[in-house]
């Protein structure tokens, strides 16, 4: 991969962590980073070369020299945090459509990210579905018919599991993690400390349950395809947990149960 950056960047850049030895590019085996190294140290700079919509990292420093924890340096994306803004219903499913495709984007595009640190997340169990089901019928936000039909769809999609491809993914898709326009143009995907290897339907997870469709949709549409059916199960499953799990620990925010168990039962991820 050909750099882009000027010599005087990457030397400042290293000069302010305190390094003056001669350093050199070296051939990169992803697509992620453009890669610097004097004869003791490695300097990875975020390339935009996956087209992913993204602040661009400036700089990361572990040595913790200059303080006592890691830290990285970003572009700054001015614009709102989805989470943050008042739009239509229009624009705001726009946006999440906007997110769709760029997760197809990120999905098939970034295939290599090396991780010599291990920082990247490794994807573990789900939380268990009897044990949420059960504290939520305790604490009486779910009654016991609902919870017996989410249940049902919940069980375990043997066939599904076995289809699923890990991808990269960016872990925590929610609308705080989310930079747009006033208008809801969508700009950025922030806080990536959750990416790593997974399940591409684990990114649908963390979204509210009315955009998904048009997530789903923007999906499909930049991948040329349209989820197949084990996809979906695996979609609903780890939807229908993730809000499960969210009100079993903020036991304080509203819950529509009827939405969840509705969500559930229907299985679709193209309509609610």
């Not at 890669?35 to 490695?42: C, S």
């Not at 143009?185 to 290897?197: E, S, T």
Request: with cysteine; glycine share 6%.
């Amino acid at each position: 991969m050909t750099s882009v950056l000027p010599q005087d960047v990457i030397a400042a850049i290293f000069a302010k962590h305190g390094i003056s030895a001669a350093w050199e590019p070296l051939v990169s085996t992803g697509i992620a980073n453009w890669v610097y190294a004097t004869r003791d140290v490695v300097l990875r700079v975020a390339t935009d070369a996956a087209g992913i919509l993204t602040p661009r990292m400036i700089a990361f420093d572990d040595t913790r020299t200059s303080v006592d924890r890691p830290f990285s340096l970003w572009e700054r994306i001015h614009g709102a945090t989805l989470g943050r803004i008042t739009l239509s219903r229009e624009a705001r499913l726009g946006t999440w459509r906007a997110v769709g495709r760029e997760m197809a984007r990120i999905h098939r595009r970034v295939t290599v990210c090396p991780d010599p640190r291990g920082y990247l997340d490794v994807a573990g169990e789900q939380p268990d579905v009897d044990r949420l089901l059960a504290t939520l019928v305790a604490a009486g936000r779910l009654d016991a018919r609902a919870a017996s039909d989410i249940e049902v769809a919940c069980r375990e999609p043997g066939e599904a599991v076995r289809a699923m491809h890990a991808v990269f993914t960016h872990g925590d898709l929610h609308a705080m993690n989310i930079l747009c326009e006033e208008g809801g143009k969508l700009l950025a995907l922030i806080d990536w400390g959750d990416a790593g290897w997974a399940d591409p339907i684990l990114d649908f997870a963390s979204m509210p349950l009315d955009v998904i469709p048009s997530a789903v949709a923007g999906y499909e549409a930049e991948a040329g395809e349209a989820l197949d059916a084990a996809a979906c199960a695996r979609l609903v499953r780890a939807k229908t947990v993730s809000a499960l799990d969210h009100f079993v620990r903020h036991p304080e925010r509203d819950m529509d149960s009827e939405a969840i168990r509705r969500f559930a039962r229907n299985g679709s991820v193209r309509a609610l």
